[in-house]
C-alpha cells in the first residue's frame, strides 16, 4: 500500500531541492516585479512638475538681500 511508514531518504532529498528551486523563483520574481516597480517610479517621477520647481525660479530672478 502507497505512503505507509516514513519517506525514504532520496525522496526527502528531492522534496528539499523541489522547496528550494521554488523558493529560488520566488526571489527572482519578486526581483523582477520589484525592478520594474522602480523603473515605472523612475518614468513616471520626470512627468510629475514638482511643486519647489517654480519657487526655485523666484529665488533665482531674485538673490537673497535684493527683496524690498
Request: charged letters at 35%; proline letters at 11%.
Given at each position: 500500500?502507497?505512503?505507509?511508514?516514513?519517506?525514504?531518504?532520496?525522496k526527502?532529498?528531492?522534496?528539499?531541492?523541489?522547496?528550494?528551486?521554488?523558493?529560488?523563483?520566488?526571489?527572482?520574481?519578486?526581483?523582477?516585479?520589484?525592478?520594474?516597480?522602480?523603473?515605472?517610479?523612475?518614468?513616471?517621477?520626470?512627468?510629475?512638475?514638482?511643486?519647489?520647481?517654480?519657487?526655485?525660479?523666484?529665488?533665482?530672478l531674485?538673490?537673497?538681500?535684493?527683496?524690498?
Open positions: 500500500m502507497a505512503g505507509r511508514g516514513n519517506p525514504s531518504f532520496l526527502n532529498q528531492k522534496a528539499k531541492k523541489r522547496v528550494e528551486k521554488a523558493n529560488e523563483k520566488r526571489a527572482a520574481r519578486q526581483a523582477r516585479h520589484a525592478e520594474k516597480a522602480a523603473a515605472r517610479a523612475a518614468a513616471k517621477a520626470p512627468d510629475e512638475p514638482s511643486p519647489e520647481q517654480p519657487e526655485s525660479e523666484v529665488d533665482a531674485n538673490p537673497p538681500g535684493t527683496e524690498e
